[in-house]
C-alpha cells in the first residue's frame, strides 16, 4: 500500500487519501483478528495472510480504485486505443475484461456508471 502521506493535491484531496488508507488498513486488521490462529500450522497461517494482502476489493490509496475498477479502467483505455479513440461497446468490453476476470454484464454497467463513463 502506498504512503499517503506523499500524495499531492488539496487539502481534501489529502484528507480522502488518508481516510481511503484508514479504511483499507482497519478492514485488514479486522480480517487478521478474526483469523483463529494455530501457530502449529504455519503452512495455512502463511496462506491465510497472504490472501489477505490480496483483497481485490480494497480501495488503493492513491485514487480510491479497487484492482478491479482499474483493470476496467485499463482495458477501456486501450481498447480505445484499438479502436482510433471511438466509443467501445460495452459488449466488447465486457469480453475483454471477461479475460482477466469474471465480471456479470449487469456488474460490469454499474461499475461503469460509478466511475463516470457515458453511453
Not at 1 to 12: E, F, N
Given at each position: 500500500?502506498?504512503?499517503?502521506?506523499?500524495?499531492?493535491?488539496?487539502?481534501?484531496e489529502k484528507r480522502m487519501t488518508f481516510r481511503t488508507a484508514f479504511e483499507a488498513l482497519e478492514?485488514?486488521?479486522?480480517?487478521?483478528?478474526?483469523?483463529?490462529?494455530?501457530?502449529?500450522?504455519?503452512?495455512?497461517?502463511?496462506?491465510?495472510?497472504?490472501?489477505?494482502?490480496?483483497?481485490e476489493n480494497l480501495p488503493d490509496v492513491r485514487d480510491g480504485l479497487n484492482r478491479r475498477e482499474?483493470?476496467?479502467?485499463?482495458?477501456?483505455?486501450?481498447?480505445?486505443?484499438?479502436?482510433?479513440?471511438?466509443?467501445?461497446?460495452?459488449?466488447?468490453?465486457?469480453?475483454?475484461?471477461?479475460?482477466?476476470?469474471?465480471?456479470?454484464?449487469?456488474?460490469?454497467?454499474?461499475?461503469?456508471?460509478?466511475?463516470?463513463?457515458?453511453?
Open positions: 500500500m502506498p504512503d499517503p502521506a506523499s500524495v499531492a493535491g488539496s487539502d481534501a478492514e485488514r486488521i479486522k480480517l487478521l483478528m478474526g483469523l483463529a490462529l494455530d501457530l502449529r500450522d504455519r503452512a495455512r497461517l502463511q496462506e491465510r495472510l497472504s490472501a489477505i494482502g490480496r483483497i482499474r483493470t476496467v479502467l485499463y482495458v477501456l483505455h486501450e481498447t480505445q486505443k484499438e479502436r482510433g479513440d471511438r466509443n467501445v461497446p460495452t459488449v466488447m468490453l465486457w469480453g475483454r475484461v471477461c479475460e482477466y476476470f469474471y465480471i456479470s454484464p449487469e456488474e460490469l454497467t454499474e461499475m461503469l456508471a460509478r466511475l463516470g463513463a457515458r453511453r
